[in-house]
DNA sequence: TATTAAATAACAATAATTATTGATTGAGGA
DNA sequence: TCCTCAATCAATAATTATTGTTATTTAATA
């Protein structure tokens, strides 16, 4: 809690109650998710937020630092506020995301040749495949 | 030529002049173009083609393997005709995007631990930063 | 060439996201 | 403490990418 408001408070944001909400929820869950599952989620403790506040604070949290935006290919966005660079893990058949600590596939930046001609500032590394529930279920 | 109208008669679907074009684009370009971009570019040769029929066509040719879908974290997915694995460099001032060879980057699920709990079908690693003629541009 | 099933173009519809706008809030000074 | 003003809020409208729908056209095959 004192890490969130602090970080708004240095780049010069508002600290409110639906930034602190969705920060939380952010913190609590590790499903990765989009604005619209963020929403539905909060909707009971915070009936009067709208959407767009959603989209709009999790923009500014984006610009802080604060999360990573996640886009696996889906039609929506996701969000996960884990923000060390690391791999993630998407089943093709439920739409789960993982996340995968491993650190030698999460700084592969430093493997790439001199002469690329790119200053490279970010890395994002996805597997696709099926997980183990759903691989069950289908047997 | 051959190869196309082999792979989709293989797969029984049509040949028509729109596929052809769509795809002989894909093959001649490395710029990773969008649907409205493809849609652009064969406008002057085809322009009774629409827009729906190049988003059902790229679906076909993803379905059947002739391309990659490729979803950066623009607002538009991108399409590649190279459809073995290999990793992007995205430049994030100018939009570009570039494939990157390098055969210790594209296997990189082999790398991964047996005990994830996930059958790995498809990786897809990206590179963000700034491009050469960018850097020079803004100094 | 005639037949038939699939593909096309035109257009409508949907869904995610962004822009706009008027109302509200809260930090800083009197 | 109270006032003022700029920043933020929520609601709504607008935009944009993508996907359905359908009548018409076309490619494949006999």
């Known amino acids: 809690m004192k890490e969130i408001t602090q970080t708004l408070r240095e780049n010069g944001l508002k600290v409110t109650p639906q930034r602190i909400a969705i920060y939380n929820m952010l913190l609590e869950t590790h499903a990765h998710p989009t604005a619209e599952t963020i929403y539905k989620t909060l909707s009971p ?5 709208s959407l767009a506040t959603i989209y709009k604070t999790l923009d ?11 886009n696996v290919g889906e039609s929506s966005s996701r969000y996960d506020a884990m923000v060390t660079p690391h791999p993630h893990l998407i089943c093709t058949h439920c739409g789960k995301v993982e996340d995968l600590m491993i650190d030698e596939l999460s700084h592969l930046h430093q493997k790439l040749p001199q002469d690329i001609g790119f200053d490279i500032t970010f890395e994002q590394l996805l597997f696709y495949g099926i997980c183990h529930s759903c691989k069950e279920k289908e047997a």
Chains 1, 2 share one sequence.
């Open 45 to 49: 403790q915070h009936p009067a937020m």
């Open 60 to 70: 500014f949290f984006k610009q802080v630092g604060l999360v990573q935006e996640l």
